[in-house]
């Protein structure tokens, strides 16, 4: 079983940066991939950032040169560095981690909210 808890969210103007954390229980070794996703009301929740622990990451091209996903692997910790905020990216933001092995689980934090106004 693995717990996330989330941080970092708020109320930003269009523009401004944010920098979401999520605290991993387990060790970021012992996870197949770690994640942010986002869902906007009203839409289906979607990938935003993954990255591996020996630090290959992918990004939706909505946010590609906006935003970096990194990991502090001393601190069980994966970030996401949000950066050029636009209103679009409104959301709750949920951090997430696949687990090794099959068959393959899931995690989910709880979310945060992350709100740009315009």
């Known amino acids: 079983q693995v717990q996330l808890v989330e941080s970092g969210g708020g109320l930003v103007q269009a523009g401004g940066s944010l920098r979401l954390s999520c605290a991993a229980s387990?060790?970021?070794?012992?996870?197949?991939?770690m994640g942010w996703y986002r869902q906007a009301p009203g839409k289906q929740r979607e990938l935003v950032a993954r990255?591996?622990?020996?630090?290959?990451?992918n990004y939706d091209d909505s946010v590609k040169g906006r935003f970096t996903i990194s990991t502090d692997n001393a601190k069980n910790t994966v970030y996401l560095q949000m950066n050029s905020l636009k209103p679009e990216d409104t959301a709750v933001y949920y951090c997430?981690?696949?687990?090794?092995?099959?068959?393959?689980?899931?995690?989910w934090g709880r979310g945060t909210q992350v709100t740009v106004s315009s």
């Open positions: 997430s981690a696949r687990s090794l092995g099959v068959p393959t689980v899931e995690y």
């Open positions: 990255i591996t622990p020996g630090g290959f990451a």
């Open positions: 387990v060790s970021i070794f012992s996870i197949n991939h």
